[in-house]
């Protein structure tokens, strides 16, 4: 098995409730397709960088996991079905980064070539 990481943005104005329902939803996609889900974390909600089905802002969470392509590939095909996840990404990990989640930075995203020359980017 392959470490992964998946970040997920769902809608805004979805409830705490909500949130957690889509959240248990993704552990139980993993968990059925032979993944270990190690850690979840929801980083709260966040401005978008750019616009995404017409929405400005979007909570955020991340979820370490265990698995395969075929975990990855059920993972990212219920993410194109639910219609309150509006953006996703999983990345493969190394094993020992598993389980470490670094804390979301609150910056304002980069919207230029100056801005990010300022930050330092390049």
């Not at 949130?19 to 059925?32: F, H, N, S, Y």
Request: proline share 3%; glycine share 6%; aromatic share 8%.
């Amino acid at each position: 098995m392959n470490a992964y990481e998946t970040i997920f943005i769902v809608k805004p104005n979805l409830s705490d409730d909500e949130v957690a329902k889509v959240t248990e939803k993704i552990k139980g996609v993993i968990q059925k397709s032979e993944g270990e889900v190690v850690v979840t974390e929801n980083w709260g909600k966040k401005k978008l960088a750019y616009e995404v089905r017409k929405e400005k802002k979007g909570t955020y969470l991340i979820a370490h996991f265990k698995g395969t392509g075929t975990t990855v590939s059920e993972l990212e095909r219920t993410y194109r079905l639910d219609e309150s996840i509006i953006k996703f990404i999983t990345i493969k990990i190394p094993l020992e980064k598993l389980g470490k989640t670094l804390p979301a930075r609150d910056e304002k995203p980069v919207s230029s070539y100056r801005d990010r020359e300022s930050v330092g980017d390049r």
